[in-house]
C-alpha cells in the first residue's frame, strides 16, 4: 500500500510534523534472498519487486534467476508461506540443484530477510510519502541496493536472527543430509 509508515521524527520545537497522505490501493510486492558464499563467506542480496501479489509462478521465477548466478546449486532456507511450499514442490521436480530446508513454523524472528524489509520499510522508507507507485518502487530499490553493498548490515541481519554464518561447501551438506537420511531408516 502507499500508506507511509509513520514513526517518530525529530521537528523544531513547537512545530508537530504533519504528514497528509490519502488511501491509496495501489501496491508493490518484494521477494528477496540472502546468499552466503562457501568460499569467500561473501553475502549477497537478490531482490526483485512486482506490481501484484507474490504467486508461486513469480518465485519459481525468481529462484531460476538466482540459479543462473549459482550454477552449481544452492540450498534454499525457506519460512513457510504457502507460496514457498508449493514452490518448492515445483521448483524440486525441475531443478536438481535446489536444495530446500524449512525454518521452524512461525518464526520470523529466525529469518533474516525479515530484517531487509524491516530496515526497508521502518528506517530508509519510514514518514515516506510517495506520489505514486513508480515513485515507491524507485525509493525501494534504492534502498535496498543500498543494502546490498553494506556487508556489516547484512551480517547483522544474521545475528539478529541469532544464526551462526558457518560455511559448508555443497558437496559435503549434500553427503551430510544423505548420511543423515540413511541413519533415520
Not at 531482490?47 to 550454477?71: G, W
Not at 552449481?72 to 508461506?81: A, C, N, T
Not at 520499510?121 to 525501494?140: F, Q
Request: proline share 5%.
Amino acid at each position: 500500500m502507499l500508506q507511509p509508515t509513520v514513526r517518530r521524527t525529530w521537528a523544531r520545537k513547537g512545530q508537530t510534523p504533519i504528514h497528509y497522505s490519502w488511501d491509496r490501493r495501489d501496491r508493490l510486492s518484494a521477494i528477496s534472498a540472502i546468499t552466503v558464499s562457501p568460499k569467500r563467506r561473501h553475502l549477497g542480496l537478490y531482490f526483485a519487486v512486482c506490481d501484484h501479489n507474490i504467486v508461486t509462478d513469480d518465485f519459481e521465477s525468481f529462484v531460476a534467476e538466482l540459479l543462473s548466478h549459482f550454477p552449481r546449486g544452492f540450498i534454499l532456507v525457506m519460512d513457510r508461506w504457502m507460496v514457498h511450499r508449493s514452490g518448492a514442490k515445483r521448483l524440486q521436480r525441475r531443478f536438481s540443484r535446489v536444495d530446500v530446508e524449512w525454518l521452524p513454523p512461525y518464526a520470523p524472528d529466525l529469518n533474516p530477510v525479515e530484517q531487509v524489509w524491516n530496515r526497508s520499510k521502518y528506517t530508509d522508507l519510514a514518514n515516506y510519502i510517495p506520489e505514486d507507485i513508480g515513485e515507491l518502487e524507485k525509493e525501494v530499490c534504492e534502498s535496498i541496493s543500498h543494502m546490498r553493498s553494506q556487508q556489516s548490515l547484512l551480517r547483522s541481519f544474521f545475528q539478529k536472527a541469532k544464526l551462526k554464518l558457518r560455511v559448508v561447501p555443497l558437496l559435503m551438506q549434500r553427503s551430510i543430509r544423505k548420511a543423515y537420511q540413511l541413519s533415520r531408516r
